[in-house]
């Protein structure tokens, strides 16, 4: 047999060089007074100050390993929803939580499902654990549950859905959620990514925490990085069977959350004032928003999360990519999403009653302006 040749070098096992990174969304405009960062979905009202309280109480503190078991947290969280702590894993953001599921569940050629316009970190955490990942076709921009269990197979480990999803803020009944997984193989874990479920006013909507609960192959993951303003802080947490936590806890780091994250996390939960204020605002913003960008003639995706979703004619002669650059030069920041199959439209966080009003602004005057040329 012929010698192997031997890498001068450091080689990534197979695959891993194939993963395209996760490239966030922009956080400032040159040349601009201000900025206005829509980009992003993060709230507009900012933390709570009782989290900011908390987070400051941690500075003398830092030479401290923070609370491995992350106990506090988890029945702040079981309190508030009405968990069992023990069937909770928390994580340096939901993204660490995403990956583990993977780590500990995806090997070498399984298969991992999500959808066409589904967050970009299933693709990458299925990559990472060495398996195939297999893409369902969406309906309308939506989540179709048909089209996911069509692409079942005997390799498959893991679903991924995304309710309501990012980038499109489209979303899948509770029905539709359940139809899909008692189609499910008992084997596979759905994965129901409930990250904007706070933002969520549709009777006919459930974050999954019955089926989680009732359920063996079930989990459901959730965020304060959204509406409780503590995206730097990086915290997520998931609710689980008591066999998937503990695989997880076998994984995961031993201080994956950080004293000044948990400390927060357990403020913010605590402040139910700041969290409705955030709602309202949400509810009259996400709405003012769809009605005046669709009145200036630009087709919005109705969205029950935080953003909306701008689709830009190329009939017209118009680019998303010229619109992203018009709105920069005025500081408004907002999310290109070509990276999630979408070339032609545009993310949109809801902002300020001031950033809103900047946005439509803009936007009719960028029409105006390819109308004119």
Not at 134 to 140: G, R, S
Not at 228 to 246: S, T, V
Not at 282 to 301: H, M, P
Request: hydrophobic residues 45%; aromatic residues 8%.
């Amino acid at each position: 047999m012929p010698e192997m040749l031997s890498p001068d070098r450091p080689v990534p096992r197979p695959g891993v060089l194939a993963i395209d990174p996760y490239v966030p969304g922009k956080s400032g405009a040159s040349g601009v007074a201000k900025v206005y960062k829509m980009s992003s979905n993060e709230t507009p009202l900012g933390a709570s100050p009782r989290a900011i309280e908390a987070f400051a109480q941690l500075a003398s503190k830092l030479e401290l390993y923070p609370d491995g078991s992350v106990s506090r947290l988890r029945a702040a969280i079981a309190g508030r929803f009405g968990l069992d702590p023990d069937r909770i894993v928390c994580g340096n953001g939901s993204d660490d939580l995403l990956h583990l599921l993977a780590g500990a569940y995806v090997g070498p050629g399984d298969e991992g499902i999500f959808t066409t316009h589904g967050f970009l970190v299933y693709k990458i955490a299925i990559l990472a654990a060495g398996g195939v990942p297999i893409v369902a076709p969406e309906k309308d921009l939506t989540a179709d549950v048909d089209a996911i269990l069509a692409r079942v197979t005997d390799r498959t480990r893991i679903v991924f859905l995304a309710n309501p999803n990012n980038p499109t803020g489209t979303y899948l009944p509770f029905e539709e959620v359940k139809r899909l997984h008692a189609g499910l193989p008992k084997r596979v874990i759905l994965v129901l990514d409930a990250a904007y479920a706070e933002y969520v006013r549709r009777n006919d909507y459930a974050e999954g925490i019955e089926l989680a609960a009732t359920n063996e192959n079930v989990v459901m993951t959730r965020t304060f990085s959204k509406i409780f303003g503590l995206a730097n802080l990086r915290l997520g947490w998931c609710y689980a069977p008591a066999e998937i936590c503990d695989a997880l806890n076998r994984i995961r780091g031993p201080f994956n959350v950080n004293g000044a994250a948990l400390e927060a996390g357990i403020a913010a939960l605590e402040d139910q004032s700041h969290l409705q204020r955030a709602i309202d605002h949400n509810d009259v913003w996400l709405k003012w928003l769809t009605e005046e960008i669709s009145r200036i003639g630009l087709s919005v995706t109705p969205s029950v999360a935080n953003f909306v979703l701008v689709h830009f004619p190329q009939s017209a002669g118009m680019s998303a990519a010229d619109a992203d650059m018009f709105l920069a030069r005025r500081g408004l920041v907002v999310r290109g999403v070509g990276a999630y199959g979408l070339p032609h439209a545009l993310r949109i966080t809801v902002g300020t009653e001031e950033a809103n009003r900047l946005v439509v602004a803009a936007l009719r005057d960028f029409t105006q302006a390819v109308h004119h040329a």
